[in-house]
């Protein structure tokens, strides 16, 4: 049992306890929320086993495949669920206004801009592929357990701060929001490519790194491609919304 | 036509092209880099510049997939589509993306070919007029879709 089983499986039950509470006071909670929730801390409870740690300790595709699920594929059910907006409706009224009042603060909003989120996310990976750091992860196994929890958090802020259910006052436009996805997702396609060809990192096996390299370019886009489209019907529907709202004030006569 | 019909039917275009250039860049890379392997994953000379075009070039391809899904799946959903342009409008985005892929792609950025064989002209020909096809095809159902007589308008 190691820290990712303890802390992630601890989450999973207190959303399953939220959403117990809440279904029993007559407050429903979707069940597909609870099951995105925990299926995504089980996925991380997965590959952060010992088991598959070694495997991704000893091969760079393991490494991608633990990657792309602790740090792109869990973060969406995570944060897809909403855990916050569940916690909120289970506590006193006063915490959502200190909630508000934390997601409001400076520093915060500065951490969790797409901008600086997308920058932690893939400018961590460039520094990590393209630089000397990932044989040095490998030779230091503090510095690989501060990594993997970097993939985590790092893939959950990014998510949250794209297209987070949350409640988040003062968030950035959408059109801002949608902006910072695509350059990333093309950050991230550049990259895989520049492994591909340039053997990064070049302490692995060049069979090893084209092929984790390929695995970050066509897996790692499908996540990529889910929040685009939730991120798209987001704005189609306010836009719509928009049009219903304004159409019936030209239509009537002035008064 | 009047003008709320004039903008169904603009809406309806936009969405199925979308689509159609999603799809056609989607079935040029996995007919064509992953079952067939004609041209790679890479085959740029090893400038960074030219696989970030690369890379950027394919993000945009995705991008348009899903919003075209999006906006199709919207106007279904309000029941604002124009009926007999979604299959002309998926057919010239097709075409029209073939006929880029194979001119801009493969002959100005020189991104890569479409098979490294000695007498590529044949490949060259046949890509871009089979492009020229769907175009052909999606421009005749856009004309009949205008005069009315698509099938599900009927």
Request: charged share 15%; hydrophobic share 55%; proline share 4%.
């Amino acid at each position: 049992m190691n820290a990712f089983t303890l802390v992630f499986g601890a989450l999973a039950a207190l959303y399953a306890w939220g959403w117990w509470r809440s279904k029993r006071h007559g407050r429903g909670w979707p069940l597909w929320r609870l099951v995105i929730f925990v299926g995504g801390a089980l996925a991380i409870i997965a590959v952060m086993s010992p088991l598959s740690m070694q495997w991704a300790h000893r091969d760079f595709r393991g490494h991608m495949a633990v990657h792309l699920v602790a740090g792109m594929i869990a973060p969406l059910g995570l944060v897809m669920a909403a855990p916050i907006s569940l916690a909120l409706k289970n506590v006193p009224a006063h915490w959502g206004r200190r909630w508000v009042g934390f997601v409001s603060l400076a520093p915060v909003r500065v951490l969790s801009h797409p901008v600086t989120a997308a920058l932690l996310n893939v400018g961590g990976m460039m520094v990590l592929y393209l630089t000397d750091l990932y044989a040095t992860m490998l030779h230091s196994p503090g510095f690989a357990l501060w990594l993997h929890w970097h993939f985590i958090i790092a893939g959950c802020l990014f998510t949250w701060a794209i297209a987070g259910p949350d409640p988040a006052p003062k968030r950035p436009a959408l059109e801002w929001r949608f902006g910072v996805l695509v350059v990333s997702m093309a950050a991230h396609a550049m990259l895989s490519k520049w492994m591909y060809r340039f053997h990064l990192p070049a302490s692995m096996p060049l069979d090893q790194v084209q092929q984790g390299a390929e695995l970050m370019f066509y897996a790692g886009e499908l996540p990529e491609a889910l929040l685009v489209y939730l991120l798209a019907r987001q704005w189609v529907r306010s836009r719509y919304r928009e049009t219903a709202t304004v159409a019936p004030r030209t239509s009537t006569t002035p008064r | 036509m009047n003008d709320l019909v004039q903008r169904r039917v603009g809406a309806t275009l936009l969405a199925a092209i979308l689509l159609g250039i999603g799809m056609m860049a989607a079935l040029d890379e996995i007919v064509f880099h992953q079952v067939l392997a004609w041209h790679h994953f890479v085959e740029t000379d090893n400038s960074a510049l030219a696989l970030a075009s690369d890379g950027l070039l394919h993000t945009l391809e995705l991008v348009v997939l899903v919003i075209g899904a999006v906006l199709m799946l919207r106007l279904h959903e309000t029941g604002r589509h124009a009926a007999g342009y979604r299959g002309a409008g998926f057919l010239l985005g097709m075409g029209g993306f073939q006929l880029f892929d194979g001119i801009v792609d493969h002959k100005i950025l020189g991104l890569h070919q479409v098979r490294y064989v000695d007498n590529l002209l044949m490949y060259d020909l046949g890509w871009n007029l089979a492009g020229l096809l769907l175009l052909a095809i999606g421009y005749w159902l856009l004309r009949r879709a205008r005069r009315g007589e698509a099938l599900s308008q009927r």
